[in-house]
């Protein structure tokens, strides 16, 4: 049937404009679509971020007063936010749509929801935490920063792989066949803040508490992640301070106040956050250890002796005593020569069975209570700690006593030492000074090398040589501890009450975890 010009043209324009409705639809149904895939992918990376926030609270150290384990707490308290939120064709009436991430408590999961691990921010890479190498139940005496996990990362996604959440339903893709699409989104959080701290400084109110002056450089290294930093508690507007050229290496510094360094060539390569949270001094629990009195070993050196000349090593009060070639400056040391107790300190030659007690620069000591302390000041003085805690005082008062070292030489292994009443610690001179803590993590005072006691504040001195070795915390819960010299290692922990620093010299803690602080403060790192 042939159709008339005009029937024909009407014809060819419903088949056009039926084609152009069409493709119009799809056009309109994919920029539908599209904004609802976009507005979907924003809804899960919120859903992301405040999960992994949520994790990252307690994936280092767990919650008081529950028992499991952190990464098990991590996992759940993730789910608990997601399940707070829905995602775009979720809806909120219906209790099974709510978004969900699959638990991964083993941290072995492929491709898993939720991720414990760490965080470097040096690198800003998430290293995903090894099931094989956990971390110990929380106590003192935790490992190095590298076996505690201190991030979390998050996928929250709608995929046909997931089993917790379907693909995203679209509107109008069923009409050219899509019916569904893949989104996701990710987020790392983790949680710093003070957890590991080489340099405590415990005083909370003191104006520069913790002051660098002069050229100093302190480095304080060991602890991965970023966290080997700095605590300082004072509140006070200008709580950390240094001027000249101060340079500082640390992961962060957290001042409860605020630091001011005015010198023009500062170079700070720490991140400072202030207005921080204070914290508690990490050995606030720690025992002092007991003594009895009555078994009181004295002083060491006790009295002066004759150094050189013919009266080598005789007693004496002045250098009238020693003439005619010698002088009255060297310490009496009475020690055990051959027997069963050779080099032992003694008094009386009953003290040394096989041999004979006689005037010695050279002594090994056992542990106890020293009430006059010891003051090495000659240098042909050595003395030998076996393993213990020693107990000094200066319960006369006399020249300082207690732990002073700065002209002889020590040997420490194993050793702490507690300084008590009016005992201080003085350490220099050019000497070989080497005192290390017990490495028994059973022993009460393990990593601990110094302990001034709470109720001691005299000022504690350590001037750095090139012949000190020193590990271990240091721990001045009530005193100001003055550091000078040359470049020295300052084993792996401070914790006073105040720090001053200052001289020419490089300062290295080489912090290793110890004694951790609470994290406090937790962010979105990528």
């Given at each position: 049937?042939?159709?008339?010009?005009r029937?024909?043209?009407?014809?060819?324009?419903?088949v056009?404009?039926?084609?152009?409705?069409?493709?119009?639809?799809?056009?309109?149904?994919?920029?539908?679509?599209?904004s609802?895939?976009?507005?979907?992918?924003?809804?899960?990376q919120n859903?992301?971020?405040a999960?992994?926030?949520?994790?990252?609270?307690?994936?280092?150290?767990?919650?008081?007063g529950?028992?499991?384990?952190?990464?098990?707490i991590?996992?759940d308290?993730?789910m608990?936010?997601?399940?707070?939120?829905?995602?775009?064709?979720q809806?909120p009436?219906?209790?099974?749509?709510?978004?969900?991430?699959?638990?991964?408590?083993?941290?072995?999961?492929?491709?898993?929801?939720?991720?414990a691990?760490?965080?470097?921010?040096?690198?800003?890479?998430?290293t995903?935490?090894?099931?094989?190498?956990?971390?110990?139940?929380?106590?003192?005496?935790?490992?190095?920063?590298?076996?505690?996990?201190n991030?979390?990362?998050?996928?929250a996604?709608?995929?046909t792989?997931?089993?917790?959440?379907?693909?995203?339903?679209?509107?109008?893709?069923?009409?050219?066949?899509?019916?569904?699409?893949?989104v996701e989104?990710?987020?790392?959080?983790m949680?710093?803040?003070?957890?590991?701290?080489g340099?405590?400084?415990?005083?909370?109110?003191?104006?520069c508490?913790?002051?660098?002056?002069?050229?100093?450089?302190?480095?304080?290294?060991?602890?991965?992640?970023?966290?080997?930093?700095?605590?300082?508690?004072?509140?006070?507007?200008c709580?950390?301070?240094?001027?000249?050229?101060?340079?500082?290496?640390?992961?962060?510094?957290?001042v409860v106040?605020?630091?001011?360094?005015?010198?023009?060539?500062?170079?700070?390569?720490?991140?400072i956050?202030?207005?921080?949270?204070?914290?508690d001094?990490?050995?606030?629990?720690?025992?002092?250890?007991?003594?009895?009195?009555?078994?009181?070993?004295?002083?060491?050196?006790?009295?002066?002796?004759?150094?050189?000349?013919?009266?080598?090593?005789?007693?004496?009060?002045?250098?009238?005593?020693?003439?005619?070639?010698?002088?009255?400056?060297?310490?009496?040391?009475t020690?055990?020569?051959?027997g069963?107790?050779?080099?032992?300190?003694?008094?009386?030659?009953?003290?040394?069975?096989?041999g004979?007690c006689?005037?010695?620069?050279?002594?090994?000591?056992?542990?106890?209570?020293?009430s006059?302390?010891?003051?090495?000041?000659?240098?042909?003085?050595?003395?030998?700690?076996?393993?213990?805690?020693?107990?000094?005082?200066?319960?006369?008062?006399?020249?300082p006593?207690?732990?002073v070292?700065?002209?002889?030489?020590?040997?420490?292994n194993?050793?702490?030492?507690f300084?008590?009443g009016?005992g201080?610690?003085?350490?220099?001179?050019?000497?070989?000074?080497t005192?290390?803590?017990?490495s028994?993590?059973?022993?009460?005072?393990?990593?601990?090398s110094?302990?001034?006691?709470?109720?001691?504040?005299?000022?504690?001195?350590?001037?750095?040589?090139?012949?000190?070795?020193l590990?271990?915390?240091?721990?001045?819960?009530?005193?100001?501890?003055?550091?000078?010299?040359?470049?020295?290692?300052?084993?792996?922990?401070?914790?006073?009450?105040?720090?001053?620093?200052?001289?020419?010299?490089?300062?290295?803690?080489?912090?290793?975890?110890?004694?951790?602080?609470?994290?406090?403060?937790?962010?979105?790192?990528?």
């Amino acid at each position: 049937m042939n159709l008339p010009k005009r029937e024909r043209r009407r014809a060819v324009a419903g088949v056009w404009f039926a084609g152009f409705g069409l493709t119009m639809t799809l056009f309109v149904g994919l920029a539908i679509d599209t904004s609802f895939y976009v507005y979907s992918a924003q809804q899960l990376q919120n859903i992301a971020d405040a999960s992994s926030l949520a994790g990252a609270i307690v994936v280092r150290d767990g919650l008081a007063g529950d028992i499991r384990d952190p990464i098990t707490i991590a996992n759940d308290w993730a789910m608990a936010t997601a399940k707070a939120n829905t995602a775009a064709d979720q809806t909120p009436d219906d209790a099974d749509s709510f978004f969900k991430l699959e638990p991964n408590y083993d941290n072995n999961l492929p491709d898993p929801d939720i991720e414990a691990g760490n965080w470097d921010r040096a690198t800003g890479i998430f290293t995903p935490f090894d099931p094989n190498n956990p971390p110990p139940p929380p106590g003192p005496f935790d490992p190095p920063l590298s076996n505690l996990p201190n991030a979390v990362r998050v996928v929250a996604r709608k995929t046909t792989t997931s089993t917790a959440n379907p693909p995203l339903s679209l509107l109008f893709g069923p009409i050219a066949g899509v019916d569904t699409a893949d989104v996701e989104r990710s987020a790392v959080a983790m949680i710093g803040g003070g957890k590991g701290a080489g340099l405590i400084v415990l005083n909370p109110n003191k104006r520069c508490s913790l002051r660098l002056g002069g050229n100093v450089n302190l480095l304080i290294s060991g602890a991965p992640n970023g966290d080997a930093g700095i605590q300082v508690n004072s509140d006070d507007k200008c709580a950390a301070c240094g001027g000249g050229s101060v340079n500082i290496q640390a992961g962060e510094m957290n001042v409860v106040g605020a630091a001011c360094f005015n010198g023009n060539n500062n170079q700070l390569d720490v991140d400072i956050y202030e207005n921080r949270p204070y914290v508690d001094d990490p050995l606030i629990n720690l025992p002092d250890p007991a003594w009895n009195p009555a078994l009181d070993l004295g002083c060491v050196p006790c009295g002066q002796a004759c150094s050189g000349g013919v009266s080598a090593g005789q007693a004496c009060e002045s250098d009238a005593d020693c003439a005619p070639d010698g002088l009255c400056d060297g310490p009496v040391i009475t020690a055990c020569a051959g027997g069963d107790n050779d080099d032992l300190m003694c008094s009386t030659d009953a003290d040394c069975p096989g041999g004979n007690c006689i005037q010695s620069n050279t002594v090994t000591l056992n542990e106890g209570y020293y009430s006059g302390g010891f003051r090495v000041t000659s240098s042909n003085t050595t003395l030998t700690l076996n393993p213990g805690v020693y107990v000094v005082d200066n319960v006369d008062g006399g020249p300082p006593s207690g732990l002073v070292v700065n002209g002889g030489n020590l040997t420490a292994n194993q050793v702490m030492f507690f300084v008590i009443g009016n005992g201080v610690v003085d350490l220099g001179g050019n000497g070989n000074i080497t005192i290390t803590p017990s490495s028994n993590l059973n022993n009460t005072y393990w990593g601990i090398s110094i302990f001034q006691a709470r109720n001691n504040d005299n000022q504690a001195e350590i001037e750095g040589t090139a012949n000190m070795n020193l590990q271990g915390t240091y721990y001045f819960p009530a005193a100001r501890l003055v550091i000078r010299g040359t470049p020295l290692a300052l084993g792996n922990q401070i914790i006073a009450w105040e720090v001053l620093m200052r001289g020419n010299s490089q300062f290295v803690i080489d912090y290793d975890g110890r004694f951790l602080l609470p994290g406090f403060d937790v962010m979105l790192v990528h």
